[in-house]
């Protein structure tokens, strides 16, 4: 079942000037379940066929677009815009990480706040003056060395970081493949077959030996998160080896 975000920051792209990246970046929204995209004076057609090819199955996006002639009208029915830079162009402003930025909004949207995100043209970012309408700064720090990212690679990162706070999987986790997780009971009869049939090997007839390596075997197997059919495998390339 799709997530739903009900409230949610709007996309703001600010004089972008390839049709290709405002559909890339229609479809990063879409990853991360976005769908309120802003278009400020756009260089070329956001419907034309390189974006609605770019954006990968999220025309619905950039057909349901607004389009606006300047920023302060594309902004001006939010309450909470954050702007997203390399360079802070001397600006006395509260700046944000990716991650950070998206826990801000998440708790401006819950107190009803409408917010918002802007991103500058593909070439020069934002001007001093598009960042002065910003309550604060999204800043992405990556290698000094080479720090630019293309327009949708900036809207996939913060969008996903926003993405993160609204859903509730849980990475990482451990996909079992249909196969219980073996219980400890079973992983200790499983190497006390091992031991028995391990018990002429020449290192468990050394005394001094045996105790720490009969330790050593059963944490291979305590700690390796064995489902009941790996072990039901085990058994049997065992059992099979001992009778060959």
């Known amino acids: 079942m799709p997530l739903m975000i009900n409230n949610q920051p709007c ?3 600010v ?3 390839l049709a290709e990246n405002v559909g890339m970046s229609a479809r990063a929204m879409k990853n991360c379940a976005l769908t309120e995209m802003r278009l400020v004076n756009p260089r070329e057609d956001h419907l034309s066929a390189k974006a609605i090819s770019a954006s990968s199955n999220a025309q619905e996006i950039l ?5 606006f002639n300047n920023l302060p009208e594309a902004v001006a029915d939010l309450q909470y815009v954050l702007a997203t830079t390399a360079r802070h162009r001397d600006q006395t402003k509260k700046v944000y990480n990716a991650d950070a930025a ?3 909004l998440c708790e401006k949207i819950k107190n009803g706040e409408k917010c918002g995100i802007i991103y500058g043209p593909e070439r020069t970012g934002l001007r001093n003056e598009d960042i002065g309408l910003s309550d604060a700064i999204i800043n992405i720090p990556l290698n000094p ?7 949708s690679q900036a ?10 706070t609204q859903t509730s999987a849980s990475i990482p986790f451990f996909e079992t493949n249909h196969s219980s997780v073996a219980s400890k009971e079973k992983i200790l009869l499983f190497c006390q077959h091992l031991e028995k049939l391990s018990q002429d090997f020449i290192i468990f007839r050394d005394k001094q030996k045996r105790e720490k390596s009969l330790l050593n075997l059963r944490n291979i197997f305590t700690r390796a998160e064995l489902t009941e059919q790996e072990l039901n495998t085990l058994y049997g390339i065992i059992n099979y080896i001992a009778k060959s």
């Open 11 to 13: 996309i703001i792209l």
């Open 15 to 17: 004089e972008p000037q």
């Open 63 to 67: 057909e349901n677009a607004r389009v």
């Open 102 to 104: 998206a826990v801000s």
């Open 145 to 151: 060395q080479h720090c630019s990212l293309n327009l």
């Open 155 to 164: 809207v996939l990162l913060t969008c996903y970081e926003f993405y993160k």
